[in-house]
């Protein structure tokens, strides 16, 4: 079992940055992959940021690549997604995510078992 809660959310303007926290209590952190996804209103949720347990590698969705960093502390048991050069279209509930998924399935949400309650983002000015 693990619990997740992610922190950090907030009213932002356009271009501006914010660092997500989702902190990590329960079973063992670094035997995990977690992920991020985000929920718009009227939408489904979405793919936005993975870092993989196994090869400590990030992978990210096209509409945030170059923009939004994954990234995790073992020792704090805790994962951050940043956000840079945001844009209205970001806004969303952001939600952590743990799970063991295979490399092929890191972008769907029913590889992870564990989630957070969310924290919203919205961009605007």
């Known amino acids: 079992q693990v619990q997740l809660v992610e922190t950090g959310g907030g009213l932002v303007q356009p271009g501006d940055s914010l660092t997500l926290s989702c902190a990590a209590t329960?079973?063992?952190?670094?035997?995990?992959?977690f992920g991020w996804f985000r929920q718009a209103p009227g939408k489904d949720r979405e793919f936005v940021a993975a870092h993989h347990k196994s090869n400590a590698r990030a992978y990210y969705a096209d509409s945030v690549k170059g923009r939004f960093a994954i990234s995790r502390d073992n020792a704090k048991s805790t994962v951050f997604l940043q956000l840079s050069s945001l844009k209205p279209e970001d806004t969303a509930v952001y939600f952590c995510?743990?799970?063991?998924?295979?490399?092929?399935?890191?972008?769907?949400?029913?590889?992870?078992?564990?989630w957070g309650q969310g924290t919203q983002v919205t961009v605007a000015s």
């Open positions: 329960g079973d063992s952190f670094r035997s995990y992959t």
């Open positions: 995510a743990a799970g063991r998924p295979i490399l092929t399935s890191l972008r769907d949400e029913t590889s992870y078992y564990y």
